[in-house]
C-alpha cells in the first residue's frame, strides 16, 4: 500500500502519540502497583538508610582491626544497644518526671490558659475585632473529651499498631544487619556481569549515592542534635518547664522538611506562654533567630560538605523538589541533587574528552584528594600569613622600641 507523504507523517503522529498514552498508562499501573507494597519498601528504605549510616563505622573497625565484617557489625549493634541503654537510663527517668509534672499541672495550666484567653477576648473587643475567641475555647473540653474517648475505645487498635512498629523496627535492624554484612558481596556478584564500562559507572552510582544519601542522613542527624541542644540551653536559662521534652520534640521536629520548623515551636511557645509567660518574648526570639540560623545558615553548609554541592544549589534542590513531589520531593531532594550533581561532572569531563568511561568510578577519589589538596594549600597560606602578621608586629614593636 502506497503512502502519500502527508499519511505517514500523520502515522508518525499517531505511532508516538499511542506511545505516550500507553506509557502513562503503564506509569500508572506502577504506581499502583507500588503503593500496594509501599509499606514494605518503606521497611527496605529505612534499613538501607541504617545501614548507609552505620556503613563507614563498621568499615572502620573491618579495616583496623581483625574482626571480620560480620562481627564488626556485631560490634556496632552491641556498642549502639549499649549507648543506648545509658542514654535511656539517664534521660527516661528526668523526661519521665517532667512527664509526670505535666500531667499533674494540667488544671492548673488550664485555668491559666482560661484566663489568657479572656484576656486576649477583651483586647480583640476593644479593638472592635469581632471574633469571639471565648466560644472556640469553650469547644476545646468537649472536643478534648471526645478525643480521650476515641482513644480509649480503639485502644485495641493503639495496642495493635503499637506491636506492627515494635515488628517492623525489629524488621528493620535485622534486614541493615544483613546488608552491613552482605551488602557490598550483592553488589559485587551484580557488578561483575555488566560490561566495564558500565561496572565503573556502576561504581561511581554507588559511591555517589553512598556519599549523597549517608551523608544526607548524618548531617540531618547532627542538625537536630544541634536545634535540640540548643533549645536546651535556652529553655533552660529561662526556666521553661518541661526543658528536656521540648528540646527532644523540637529536635526530632526540625528534620522534618517545611513543617519541621513550626512542629518545633508551637510547643515551645504553648508551654512558655503558660509556665513562664515572663519570657515569652525572649524565648520565641531566640528559637527563632536559632532556626534562621539552623536552617538557613549551618543546614546548607552541612548538607553541602556532606553530600558535596554547594549550599546554592542545596536551596534549588529543596524548591525544586517540593515543586515537584511535595513532601517526599523535599525530603529526598538534596540526595538525590548530589548523585545528579556528580554525574553532570561526569557527563562534562567525557564530554571534553578528559575522562573515558572505564574511569567514572574514580571521579569522587579524585574530588576528594582535589579538596584535600585544597585544604591543605588553604591551611598553609593562613599559616604564613600569621606568621607574616607576627614578623610584621615584632619588627614594628622593635622599631618602637628604638
Keep these: 500500500m502506497n503512502l502519500s507523504p502527508r499519511e505517514r507523517q500523520l502515522l508518525s503522529i499517531l505511532a508516538v502519540l499511542l506511545i505516550i498514552l500507553a506509557s502513562f498508562q503503564l506509569i500508572a499501573s506502577l504506581w499502583e502497583a507500588l503503593g500496594r507494597v509501599a509499606d514494605v519498601l518503606l521497611i527496605f528504605l529505612i534499613a538501607w538508610a541504617f545501614s548507609y549510616l552505620l556503613g563507614p563505622l563498621v568499615s572502620a573497625i573491618d579495616e583496623r582491626t581483625r574482626l571480620n565484617r560480620a562481627f564488626s557489625v ?6 549502639i544497644a549499649i549507648l543506648l541503654t545509658g542514654v535511656l537510663a539517664l534521660a527516661v527517668p528526668s523526661l519521665v518526671a517532667q512527664l509526670h509534672d505535666l500531667v499533674t499541672r494540667a488544671p492548673e495550666y488550664g485555668d491559666r490558659a482560661a484566663r489568657e484567653v479572656v484576656a486576649f477576648q477583651q483586647n480583640l473587643e476593644r479593638i472592635g475585632i469581632p471574633i469571639k475567641v471565648t466560644d472556640l475555647y469553650g469547644q476545646l473540653p468537649e472536643r478534648l473529651s471526645a478525643f480521650a474517648g476515641s482513644l480509649a475505645t480503639d485502644a485495641l487498635g ?15 535492624l535485622i534486614i541493615a544487619f544483613l546488608m552491613l554484612i552482605d551488602g557490598g558481596t550483592l553488589w559485587r556478584r551484580f557488578v561483575e556481569v555488566l560490561s566495564p564500562e558500565l561496572q565503573s559507572e556502576a561504581e561511581l552510582l554507588r559511591l555517589s549515592a553512598d556519599r549523597s544519601f549517608g551523608g544526607f542522613i548524618r548531617g540531618s542527624l547532627l542538625l537536630g542534635i544541634v536545634y535540640g541542644i540548643a533549645t536546651l540551653a535556652i529553655l533552660v536559662a529561662f526556666g521553661v518547664p518541661f526543658a528536656g521534652v521540648l528540646a527532644v520534640l523540637s529536635g526530632l521536629a526540625i528534620i522534618i522538611p517545611f513543617f519541621g520548623p513550626i512542629i518545633a515551636q508551637v510547643p515551645v511557645l504553648a508551654v512558655t506562654l503558660l509556665g513562664a509567660p515572663d519570657s515569652l518574648l525572649w524565648v520565641f526570639l531566640l528559637t527563632l533567630a536559632l532556626q534562621q540560623i539552623v536552617l538557613n545558615v549551618l543546614g546548607p553548609r552541612i548538607m553541602s560538605n556532606a553530600i ?5 544549589f542545596v536551596f534549588l534542590a529543596l524548591l525544586l523538589g517540593s515543586r515537584l513531589a511535595g513532601f517526599w520531593g523535599v525530603f529526598l531532594a538534596v540526595p538525590v541533587a548530589g548523585i545528579a550533581n556528580t554525574f553532570v561532572r561526569y557527563a562534562f569531563e567525557i564530554a571534553q574528552g578528559r575522562r573515558v568511561r572505564t574511569q567514572a568510578k574514580t571521579l569522587i577519589s579524585e574530588e576528594h584528594a582535589a579538596s584535600a589538596a585544597a585544604a591543605a594549600v588553604a591551611r598553609d597560606a593562613a599559616v604564613e600569613a600569621r606568621e607574616a602578621s607576627r614578623a610584621a ?6 622599631t618602637r622600641g628604638k
Design 393 to 398: 608586629r615584632e619588627a614594628r614593636l622593635a
Design 308 to 312: 558535596g554541592i554547594h549550599p546554592i
Design 158 to 172: 493503639f495496642v495493635s499498631a503499637t506491636a506492627t512498629v515494635l515488628f517492623n523496627a525489629t524488621l528493620v
Design 74 to 79: 556485631v560490634v556496632v549493634y552491641i556498642a
